[in-house]
């Protein structure tokens, strides 16, 4: 079994779509498991549709119009003939998105989450697959809602591996080509659940797990994993052959080609994974493996915005120590902040958080009755894996403020007061 994901970008458009059916067929193998994100910018069109329905009450029908007008359009260009029941799927979810959008009671934010925008994910396997079906791809449609078990804790789902490995083996038996989604699972209420933005490349790793499989590729927009984001800094190096370890540090500083738990499953059964472009396939891209990384002299560079430092100490100016961390750790936790660094000195705790779920306010007052805190938002957080004499050179030419610096042997830290200009960051490698 060999386990493909492809993400939105790769099934953008119609055009795109159909060039899926040629790298697979390249691929001569007859037990694959396909993963598909939701089409192009889809996620982010229905976060939108439930912010609207949770919080302004405008445009709801606008939007799931425009979306469904989205995936309509590519179902013509998929089918210029016989379209009809590929059409009438389409419909069919929509109607089910709308009884949603009237019927449901429930006010928590994250619930409906994940109930409405784990449609894009639906809505693309089904189209897919049934646009294989009609070019003589034949394909079988599996439900990861029913394969993937998680618990309650909606929009960033923990996957119960025991659970989901049974039903993933009982529902995908014997040869040819299965279509899943990625992102989505279920509960044990049989909720939908999802497991966190971008987290499709995590799916097709827990299919590979569960099924022991040969190898994961995941088919993405660039060559494979580079050292740096190439939207930002240009002259960026391809890293050929790195290790689990090192692929796992680098997704976990932020390195967003790959989701950062997608490594650990693979890793456990000594599943390879390689990275390439689904533009130029033949390529040879990333491999991701047990062997030694080869990258130790080229530095990778990761930035990451619109981070928050809080400098928390004592009102008496007592030292911060086991009691205090647990305290402010039950209230990180408790308002779903995400940890991203964590600096301490005898009186005085720092952590740079990402804001991803919006407690920021309530999380303050909170910490606020017992500490003292100092603020600053919009910074940015930038990572050197593997930083040497040139990158600490050309981070002096950034000339920004820096914050905070943490270093080890392998890694350098630095919270830099105001986001970095993206534009400062292009000419980065040639300064
Ligand atoms: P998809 O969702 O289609 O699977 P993503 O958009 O999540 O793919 O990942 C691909 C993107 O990751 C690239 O377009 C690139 O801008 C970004 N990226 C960030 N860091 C890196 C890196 N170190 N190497 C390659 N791409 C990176
Ligand atoms: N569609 C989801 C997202 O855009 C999951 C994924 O693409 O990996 O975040
Ligand atoms: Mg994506």
Redesign the pocket.
């Known amino acids: 079994m060999i386990v493909y994901k492809f993400?939105?970008?790769s099934i953008k458009d119609y055009k795109s779509i159909k060039r899926l059916v040629k790298i697979i067929r390249n691929n001569n193998c007859d037990q694959m498991m396909l993963i598909v994100?939701a089409m192009g910018k889809t996620t982010n069109s229905m976060e939108d549709l439930v912010a609207s329905y949770t919080k302004s009450y405008k445009n709801i029908k606008a939007k799931l119009e425009l979306i469904k007008r989205f995936h309509t359009d590519i179902v013509k260009g998929l089918f210029p003939k016989n379209r009809l029941s590929a059409l009438k799927v389409v419909d069919l979810l929509f109607n089910e998105i709308d009884k949603f959008l009237k019927l449901n009671k429930e006010n928590d934010y994250n619930f409906i989450y994940d109930q409405l925008v784990s449609y894009g994910e639906i809505l693309s396997s089904i189209i897919i697959s049934k646009y294989f079906n009609s070019v003589g791809l034949k394909s079988k449609w599996v439900d990861a809602r029913s394969c993937i078990i998680t618990d309650e804790y909606y929009r960033d789902a923990n996957v119960d591996f025991e659970k989901t490995s049974k039903s993933i083996k009982r529902k995908i038996k014997g040869k040819g080509l299965f279509i899943s989604q990625g992102f989505i699972g279920s509960n044990k209420k049989s909720f939908t659940t999802t497991l966190g933005r971008?987290g499709?490349d995590y799916s097709a790793a827990i299919f590979a797990h569960a099924l022991n499989a040969e190898l994961v590729t995941i088919w993405k927009d660039v060559r494979g994993v580079l050292n740096a984001d190439p939207r930002y800094f240009n002259k960026t190096k391809l890293l050929k052959k790195i290790s689990y370890e090192e692929a796992i540090e680098l997704a976990f500083y932020g390195a967003s080609v790959i989701h950062p738990k997608t490594l650990q499953p693979l890793k456990k059964k000594n599943i390879p994974l390689y990275v390439k472009s689904f533009l130029r396939p033949s390529r040879e891209g990333t491999l991701i493996s047990k062997h030694d990384s080869t990258v130790r002299n080229i530095p990778s560079h990761i930035v990451k915005w619109n981070r928050v430092l809080l400098k928390i100490s004592s009102k008496d100016f007592s030292f911060i120590v086991e009691k205090k961390i647990s305290l402010i750790f039950s209230m990180l936790s408790k308002y779903k902040m995400k940890v991203e660094l964590i600096q301490n000195s005898a009186i005085s705790f720092s952590v740079v958080l990402n804001n991803k779920y919006g407690g920021l306010d309530k999380l303050l007052d909170e910490l606020k009755e017992t500490f003292k805190v100092s603020v600053d938002k919009e910074v940015s957080l930038f990572t050197i894996r593997h930083f040497n004499r040139i990158s600490l050179k050309h981070i002096k030419k950034l000339n920004q403020n820096i914050l905070l610096e943490q270093r080890t042997y392998k890694t350098l830290q630095l919270v830099l007061s105001k986001n970095i200009k993206q534009e400062n960051l292009f000419g980065f490698f040639e300064r």
Request: hydrophobic letters at 15%.
């Open positions: 993400g939105g970008a994100s971008e499709s």
